[in-house]
Nanobody, 125 residues
Framework: QMQLVESGGGLVQPGGSLRLSCVAS???????IGWFRQAPGNEREDVALACISSGDGSTDYVDSVKGRFTISRDNDKNTAYLQMTSLKPEDTAIYYC?????????????????WGQGTQVTVSS
């Protein structure tokens, strides 16, 4: 069974940091990975905050998180990470990881086949 399990969310003050993890129950090596989020009262965004390719490990970010968030992967551990720094209240959301069976990552949600259940991140003083 293809499962993704996110963890690492929580309550953090503005300016703080969190590292989210996404553990796969399958071999992650051949999948591209994306992180998405759903803010309170909104639908899940269609564009990944960050994505990383399976082939060359190249990454891409939306402008709102560039320089603050870093996506990475450890294929030996079948785990992806999202390091988040300089967090803002508007980063409050449920964060989801997802995987796509393409070597080159895309930001767009339609390409992603398997999704985790999400982890809550709340940025508040």
């Amino acid at each position: 069974q293809m499962q993704l399990v996110e963890s690492g969310g929580g309550l953090v003050q503005p300016g703080g940091s969190l590292r989210l993890s996404c553990v796969a129950s399958f071999t992650l090596e051949n999948y591209s990975i994306g992180w998405f989020r759903q803010a309170p009262g909104n639908e899940r965004e269609d564009v990944a905050l960050a994505c990383i390719s399976s082939g060359d490990g190249s990454t891409d970010y939306v402008d709102s998180v560039k320089g603050r968030f870093t996506i990475s992967r450890d294929n030996d551990k079948n785990t992806a990470y999202l390091q988040m720094t300089s967090l803002k209240p508007e980063d409050t959301a449920i964060y989801y990881c997802a995987v796509a069976g393409y070597p080159i990552a895309t930001k767009y949600s339609y390409a992603y086949e398997y999704w985790g259940q999400g982890t809550q991140v709340t940025v508040s003083s």
